[in-house]
């Protein structure tokens, strides 16, 4: 007589698996009203936030002063800031309103690092002008590549693309020059895929079936995530065909992360659920996980997974969600999940709790966006 | 109290027990080694003080702590038994120290912005501040000098000697001052006298030695630079790393301080480097701290790397304790972590030190003793450590604060992640006593001398 429960491996215990973040650092007070995104900046030394008063604001990481700051509106909400991925130049990207903004945060970066972060931005000037008989195969888009207004680049903001309809998610390519926005209200140019380099923007997914939620490169090869409310679309964009179709079985999809390997992928959902997906294994989730009792606004692989083997998502129940997910290279063995731990601290304000999170570059510390108008930085 | 005592009755309980007086300190030596003498268990600190004072044949009473495996003594010598599980059959080891006095909360000084740096030299507070402002303060809560050349917020400021400050800043320069002092408050002269470039992110840390005219910095940019702060030793400052509103200066004609560039530039490690020291005893030998989590060792004559012991922790902060050959460096886990530095040390961690609950992030060592020193975190205190207080545990020697030395601004609160209280840096004097700064704007003084 064997107990079956004895067959099944043992998870390790979370005291195995430190280190993890367990503790806030860091809080981040300037923000007037909801903070809505956060961004780690490539080299660990920065944080990014922007939120629902028209600022972007940059933060030393550890001592939490604000360095730099631009209000990019008055009216509209500062929905996404990402820092463009790569050490060669410090821009940070912003999206507020119907635009995309470049900035360079000029206190922030040496002489020389400031030219070749201004070169990144300026090299596809022209370039539209030039090759516009060689317009690849979408139509050309109504899309504009701009210098922002003189006010804006005196603060170190640089280019700004206006787009047809607010962006509300962006996610970079590994490299840098790749980026895709989403801009669920408009419905043919949803889907947007940017060249930085060429100044060009692309709408290759006019006749989507189902509302456009947020995007992913894969890290290596030329794979396109699109989450829709309820499934999740793989393209091939050299081959330009679709690969196949997960069916998580979420009701309605906020977020979504490809694992650095690029096999594994995690998605949060406004109906509560956490989901791992195996690419290799299956079109439902390898793990279902409902751990949270609210809506859940983002997920986060630890971008450095190899040394650091986490995951977080963030919730409007408050908490911050901590994971051990070690995911094995040869593909030979399935991710072994353990939850390790519930970070609490920010308020929930108005029915809403933590809105954005990201990973620190290299080390176990993730930072939050809180609704309570706070960012957080957990160690 | 009431459960021990229930449940210890069929344990014979020993009203004596055998203990070894002895001291590390050469001027508080008994006359005579005493051998094992018998005492009541009864006996507390006090108690055992009065006895060595006896035996010391002190004309004035002179104020004892006890250690007894690597912990103080602060119950009755019975109870400590108790609590320890050790017999009273054993002869026990009693170290004896001057009592350790308490950091009395003395002054706060207030200032416009958050305080980065804090040192202490001859009676003057210096102090370096987000407000990008330097200022000498007396010790009567007057400012009497500020100096104004860093173009954005301080980082570190040390004095090189009476008459000459080093700082260095989010500008990514350091430069070097010359101080002229006076009583009054703004009657004192602060002068730049040099600009020094290489360093291309904010520069952290600072460490003098005034002897050899050298300062260490630590910068952002992972690398330290070693500097001259002799004008005409310092080689050129590097061309492009200038500030591009120099052009304009020199057009426009205005004065110009002279500009340098470093000795060397020391590369090495694979993230910003926290803190960097030298060597107390041999300033040809430099030690820095990084995020990369190691501790280096240089060479700074040959501008080598000549050690690197990694941890597990990204490093914010270091200071050396030479007596006992270690290394204190702090750390974003919270703790403090004891290194020894040689060669021939077989463990990466000789002790770790536990209490803070957040980030590591400025180090002193106590002037006055070669055990003790004080920490500064951003959970908003600063500890006092005593690295003689020390039990095993696992497979690590851990020690706890001997002080906790809190926020006057913070008027007892304790709060998430030190919010508002922020200890950046702490230095600690032998006059004037442990001095802080935080970002409560307070440069915060605790005198640890007996109050006359
Ligand atoms: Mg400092």
Redesign the pocket.
Known sequence: NIDPESLLPKLPSPDELRPFPTVCATQYVGHKGRVRTVSVSPCGRYLASGGDDGTVRVWALFTGRQVWSCKFSSDEAVNIVRWRPGRDALILTACAGDSVYFVVPLSLCDPNHEVASRAVLDDGFGYATTSSTTTPTTKPTSSKWTRPTQKLQDAGVLLQITLNAPPKSLSYHRRGDYFSTVSPASTSTAVSIHTLSKHLTQHPFRRLRGLAQTTSFHPSKALFFLATRQSVRVYDLQAQNLVKTLQPGAKWISSLDVHPLGDNLLLGSYDRRLLWHDLDLSLTPYKTLRYHSKAIRAVKFHPNSGAVPLFADCSDDGSVQIFHGKVVGDGMENATIVPLKVLKGHRVTAGLGVLDLDWHPKEPWCVSAGADGRCRLWC | MATEDATAPAQQRQSQVRIHLHTKSGDIELPQDTGSILVSTELKRYQLSTLVNRLLETDKPLPLEFLINGQFLRTSLDEFLTKNGISAETTLSVEYVKALIPPIYSASYEHDDWI??VDVRSQRILSGSYDGLLRVWNMSSEVVGTGQSHTSSI??AKFISPTQIASSGMDRTIRIWKYEDAQAAGAASLTPTLELYGHKASV??IAVHGNSSRVLSASADHSIGLWSTKKAEAPAAPENLLPSANKRRKLSNAKQLPQRGPLSMLQGHQSQVGDVCFDEKDATVGYSASWDHSVKTWDLTTSTCVDTRTTAQSLFSICHLPESSLLATGTSARHITLIDPRASATTISAMTLRGHTNAVV?LARDPNTSYQMVSGSHDGTCRVWDIRSVRSEASDQVGESVYVIERDSAKGKRVVAGEGVKV??VCWDKDVGIVSGSEDKQLQINSSKPSS
Request: glycine content about 0%; proline content about 0%; aromatic content about 12%.
């Open positions: 980065s740096s980082k570190a952290d840390n400025s950046f840096s």
